[in-house]
């Protein structure tokens, strides 16, 4: 079946730093999203996108839509303890977007050192 | 709270015996989905209902489990003759057509 790899796996950084993690698939993905996960809870969108070559913000956070529709980035600046957490991206199998199940990629665990 | 419902939050249960999970979507979510995640990886599809429907299941979901939305609100996600390898977070969402939201999920043992 698809699959997302997501890089790097996990992240220790210092209060302040930026942070850009990756995700790429070995297929074509329609939508992209980000989701953060806190210990203890579900997943909460972050950011969606819908068209490769799309830019998306919130807030600090910042997404991108890779052009060959295959990979996605997402980018958090000057980051803040609230941040830890563990990232996905996770995305619609196959070529019909709105398809009723996601796939996610095995996550991106970031650690924050004040 | 107006999101979704999770319950109970912990389970732990002996191999061979049976356990139940039920979920309570946002209330105008005509769709629902059940997820599992095991240690160290992303959520895993297993079913989705649309109203009472079940529409679409996993190969994970093997004849041991049973999902079940009988009037198109809640629904149950039960486990029978549960093996070590059940232990993970099942995580039940919801939407009507725009983002999925997420329950905080049911943390099941198996010992």
């Known amino acids: 079946g698809q699959q997302l790899n997501q890089s790097p796996q996990s992240m220790f950084i210092q209060e302040g730093e930026d942070v850009s993690m990756n995700c790429t698939s070995s297929s074509i993905f329609n939508t992209w999203l980000w989701y953060k996960q806190d210990p203890g809870e579900g997943p909460v969108l972050l950011i969606a996108l819908y068209k490769a070559g799309e830019l998306t913000s919130n807030g600090r956070l910042t997404a991108q839509f890779g052009i060959t529709r295959k990979d996605s980035f997402l980018n958090i600046s000057a980051s803040i303890p609230s941040d830890v957490g563990i990232y996905f991206c996770a995305g619609p199998p196959g070529w019909v977007q709105g398809a009723q199940k996601l796939v996610f990629g095995q996550g991106t665990r970031l650690t924050i050192n004040p | ?111």
């Not at chain 2, 939050?9 to 979507?25: E, M, S, Y």
């Not at chain 2, 997420?102 to 010992?111: D, P």
């Open chain 2, 1 to 111: 709270d107006t999101g979704v419902s999770q319950d109970p939050r912990h389970k732990i249960t002996k191999r061979g015996q049976n356990v139940t999970f039920r979920c309570d979507p946002i209330s105008e979510h005509n769709r629902l989905y059940w997820y599992r995640q095991t240690l160290g990886q992303g959520p895993e599809f297993l079913t989705y209902f649309q109203n009472e429907a079940q529409l679409e299941k996993s190969r994970l979901l093997s004849d041991r489990f049973s999902a079940e939305r009988p009037k198109g609100s809640f629904s149950t996600l039960e486990i029978q003759r549960t093996e070590q390898g059940d232990s993970a977070m099942y995580l039940c969402a919801s939407r009507y057509t725009g983002e999925l939201f997420f329950g905080e999920g049911s943390r099941l043992t198996v010992l």
